[in-house]
């Protein structure tokens, strides 16, 4: 009966323990998208330099129709994922990205990428 309490009691804590700390992440997360922010908006009819990313976790890859893509943007052919995103994010000119215009060498630190990540998938909802 005890042990079966604790395990219980474990349980209840490894779960406040993810909810906190996706909820850090997400915050952490926002402060990342300063280096986003002056090419991505998330306002659906405002494209800057780089088009808006409302909606963008489940989104067509480069299917914002009044935004202009880059060829290989244009040609390619998936839909962007959390996976896929952390990809990009990492290295922005491997495939199935290679060739595109979008000036970011790249973010190494896979914390950060979650982070940002976290962040994107709320505020793009
Ligand atoms: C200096 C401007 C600039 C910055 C900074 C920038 N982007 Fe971009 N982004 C672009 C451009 C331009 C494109 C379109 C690239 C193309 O067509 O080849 C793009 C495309 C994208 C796409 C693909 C969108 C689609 O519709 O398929 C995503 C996702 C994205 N950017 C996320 C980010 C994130 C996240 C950051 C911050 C880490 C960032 N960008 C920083 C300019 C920028």
Same mark, same amino acid.
């Given at each position: 009966?005890?042990?079966?309490?604790?395990?219980?009691?474990? =349980?209840?804590? %490894?779960?406040?323990? +993810?909810?906190?700390? =996706?909820?850090?992440?997400?915050?952490?997360?926002?402060?990342? #998208?300063?280096?986003? $922010? %002056?090419? !991505? +908006?998330?306002? /659906?009819?405002? *494209?800057?330099?780089? /088009? !808006?990313?409302?909606?963008?976790?489940?989104?067509? %890859?480069?299917? $914002?129709?009044?935004? $202009? #893509? +880059?060829?290989?943007?244009?040609?390619?052919?998936? $839909?962007?994922?959390?996976?896929?995103?952390?990809?990009?994010? &990492?290295?922005?000119?491997?495939?199935?990205?290679?060739? *595109?215009?979008?000036?970011?060498?790249?973010?190494?630190?896979?914390?950060?990428? %979650?982070?940002?990540?976290? #962040?994107?998938?709320? &505020?793009?909802?």
């Amino acid at each position: 009966m005890m042990a079966m309490a604790i395990r219980v009691l474990a =349980a209840a804590g %490894a779960i406040m323990i +993810s909810f906190t700390a =996706a909820a850090q992440d997400a915050q952490r997360g926002e402060a990342l #998208y300063a280096q986003c $922010v %002056a090419c !991505h +908006s998330f306002d /659906p009819a405002r *494209n800057e330099a780089g /088009p !808006h990313l409302r909606g963008l976790i489940g989104r067509k %890859a480069a299917s $914002v129709g009044d935004f $202009v #893509y +880059s060829p290989p943007m244009r040609r390619s052919d998936f $839909v962007w994922t959390t996976e896929l995103l952390d990809k990009f994010l &990492a290295e922005p000119q491997e495939p199935p990205f290679r060739g *595109n215009r979008m000036p970011f060498a790249g973010m190494p630190d896979a914390q950060a990428r %979650a982070d940002l990540i976290a #962040y994107l998938k709320q &505020a793009s909802q």
